[in-house]
């Protein structure tokens, strides 16, 4: 059963760097789509980012494009989202799940993206 798990969160001061990672084991992630989500407190879920099962296509959303990158490496089963400039509003767990495609419908729709991992904490503050 496949299983994905988040690390490289942390705490960071705006304008920092962090790079997460999705590791996945159970299965070979080159099978999906992989989006990156997040989620502050006392907010709903976000998409922010994915690619597709190649790693040729990545979309992002308005408030991190330019600023966020995605990227894969199947033959380490790793997907990774990094992150420059953070600001404050970028605090949140952030979570990696598994989808057929990738688009910013893919990433809006309830069901177009599932989650198997536990997430990471990003905190940004002074």
């Known amino acids: 059963q496949l299983q994905l798990m988040e690390s490289g969160g942390g705490l960071v001061q705006p304008g920092g760097s962090l790079r997460l990672s999705c590791a996945a084991s159970?299965?070979?992630?080159?099978?999906?789509?992989i989006g990156w989500f997040r989620q502050a407190p006392g907010k709903e879920r976000e998409g922010i980012s994915c690619?597709?099962?190649?790693?040729?296509?990545?979309t992002y959303v308005n408030s991190v494009k330019g600023r966020f990158t995605i990227s894969r490496n199947n033959a380490e089963n790793t997907v990774y989202l990094q992150m420059n400039d953070l600001r404050p509003k970028d605090m949140a767990v952030y979570s990696c799940?598994?989808?057929?495609?990738?688009?910013?419908?893919?990433?809006?729709?309830?069901?177009?993206?599932?989650?198997w991992g536990q997430g990471t904490q990003v905190t940004v503050s002074s």
């Open positions: 159970g299965s070979t992630l080159d099978n999906y789509a």
């Open positions: 690619i597709n099962r190649s790693g040729e296509m990545t």
């Open positions: 799940e598994v989808g057929g495609y990738c688009s910013h419908y893919d990433l809006e729709s309830p069901g177009g993206f599932n989650s």
